[in-house]
Every structure is written in C-alpha cells, then in structure tokens.
C-alpha cells in the first residue's frame, strides 16, 4: 500500500503487512540505536514493524527468534536488500503519523509511532520496570527522521540528542507519568530515534541554536503530540 503525497511529501514509503518500508534509492547514512543495524552505518533503507501485543494467540509469530536476525529477514522480504536499519513497535500501523517541516531550503520529513505504556523516568530501578513488563502490552516511541541535509557525523549524533529532548519535553508537557505512575515519564525503555542524511546542503551542526536543531525539535515535538492523541483514541475505541 503506497502512501505517499505527491507535490509534498518527499520520501517514498509504504506500509506491508503490519510493517512500515521506506526503502532508499541509494544508500544513506543513518544514525540510531536500533535492535537491526544500529550505530552510524550505510544503509539501503528503514523498517518500522508492528509487534503483535501478548494477548494475541499469535504473539509469538515475531518473538520466539532473536529479535535482529528477525528483521533482517523480514526486509528481505519486505524487498529492502543489502544493510537495512529495523525497529520493532506494538503500536498499531493505523496509528502512524508523518509530519514535515522545512525552511532556508532544509527540510526535515518524520515518522512516529508512538506508545506510551511502557513508559519511565530515566534512571528509575529497572526492577521496577521488570514487574511492569509483564502486565501490559509493550509500548514504544519510535522516530524516524529524514532529511535533504548532509549532515556531518557531530550533526547526525547531536540530532539524536536534539530529538531526544523534544521528545521528553513534549512528555513532561502533556503530563505522561512511568508505569507505576509515580514519576513523569521521559520517554520509554525501549524508544529508537533513526536519523537519515541526505546529500544537499551541509550541515556541520546540529544543535538547538542551529536552523537544522530548530526543525528536528519542532518536527518531534508535533510528531509525538500527535502519537499520543492517536494511541489514546485507538486504546479507547
């Protein structure tokens, strides 16, 4: 299923079977802490995959094997060849949202899926997240960010960084709490933020005095807010 919008949107993508594809034309560099193909690396394209939860009969169809060796077959599949970088959500592909943003002829384009019920307050025990874990289905925020910007590799880490901060910003401002319900959460314990360069204009830097950092930081920020306003739909439906 193609879901592009021609005249607007940039990047080519299409959803398969419970997985996000955004395969590339040629290989880019990219920049995440993903379970497939994680840490700055070239690749031939992105995918996002929809995780069954634990009340389904199925579940187990995505779990019983190691979860990278996984996604790597999954985007052979799914028809993206050579390195591939893959995340892994439970958060139902209907739920996706994809925002752009651009100015001074940058322009950043983002796919969020975005779940909140596994979510915790960095640096809080992570005994009590392994009695959590068990009692709800997994959530994740997962974002994935591509840009027309050639980015340098400071830049490509710092974006991390950037969206990182808008992420939890956007958190602590529509008042999401961890788990247990005790703290404000800053994000999930198993969040993946991929970074896409791309080959126009050259970017050194990326921080949040730079134009680059502004629309990372504004694009995450809609991207999230709008992940949370669907996720609590879809869970209420």
Request: proline share 1%; aromatic share 6%.
């Amino acid at each position: 299923m193609e879901l592009t919008s021609p005249g607007f949107w940039t990047t080519a993508y299409r959803i398969a079977d419970r997985t996000l594809v955004i395969p590339f034309a040629s290989s880019r560099r990219v920049i995440s802490s993903a379970v497939h193909g994680g840490g700055i690396v070239r690749a031939n394209g992105i995918i996002n995959h929809q995780v069954l939860d634990q009340n389904s009969t199925s579940y187990h169809e995505d779990s019983e094997q190691d979860p990278s060796r996984f996604l790597g077959e999954l985007a052979k599949q799914r028809g993206v060849h050579g390195r591939c970088v893959g995340l892994m959500t439970a958060v139902d592909m209907r739920c996706l949202v994809l925002h752009r943003v651009e100015a001074d002829g940058l322009w950043v384009e983002g796919f969020f899926t975005v779940g909140v019920s596994n979510a915790v307050h960095a640096g809080e025990s992570t005994v009590v997240y392994s009695r959590q874990k068990t009692q709800s289905k997994v959530g994740t925020i997962n974002i994935i960010l591509l840009t027309n910007a050639r980015l340098s590799s400071a830049a490509m880490v710092c974006a991390v960084g950037v969206a990182t901060e808008s992420k939890t910003a956007t958190l602590l401002e529509e008042s999401i709490l961890n788990a247990s319900g005790t703290l404000n959460a800053t994000g999930t314990g198993t969040d993946v933020v991929a970074v896409v360069s791309g080959r126009g204009q050259y970017c050194r830097y990326s921080g949040t005095h730079t134009k680059m950092g502004e629309l990372i930081g504004r694009i995450v920020s809609q991207g999230v807010k709008e992940g949370l306003e669907k996720d609590r739909a879809w869970r209420n439906s």
